[in-house]
């Protein structure tokens, strides 16, 4: 099993910056694909950025030019750059980590508790 923690939310002016960071139990980086989600209130949950197990990103136009992914091996950590940070981008903010069947390994999907963004004047 893989456990994953964000941390990193909180209140932040409009045009603000924050970076966000999701804590990986173990090393998974080599097998899995990350992504960050969010959902904000009375909307579904959307995937916006996100990078595979070989380093290529991907991200939605809403956050293209503002978001950045990276990764620290290392650390087992992922983080979420934010930056310009509008009011739209309220949100609570989920970290997650999917794999392929592997063989005779099931597939896995992981989630974090997320942490709260909160983009006000």
């Known amino acids: 099993q893989v456990q994953l923690v964000e941390s990193g939310g909180g209140l932040v002016q409009p045009g603000g910056s924050l970076r966000l960071s999701c804590a990986a139990s173990r090393s998974i980086f080599r097998l899995y694909g990350m992504g960050w989600y969010r959902q904000a209130p009375g909307k579904q949950r959307e995937l916006f950025e996100g990078?595979?197990?070989?380093?290529?990103?991907n991200y939605t136009d809403s956050v293209k030019g503002r978001f950045s992914i990276s990764r620290d091996n290392a650390k087992n950590t992922l983080y979420l750059q934010m930056n310009s940070l509008k009011a739209e981008d309220t949100a609570v903010y989920y970290c997650?980590?999917?794999?392929?069947?592997?063989?005779?390994?099931?597939?896995?999907?992981?989630w974090g508790q997320g942490t709260q963004v909160t983009v006000s004047s």
């Open positions: 997650n980590a999917q794999r392929p069947r592997l063989g005779t390994i099931a597939a896995a999907d992981y």
């Open positions: 990078i595979t197990s070989g380093g290529s990103t």
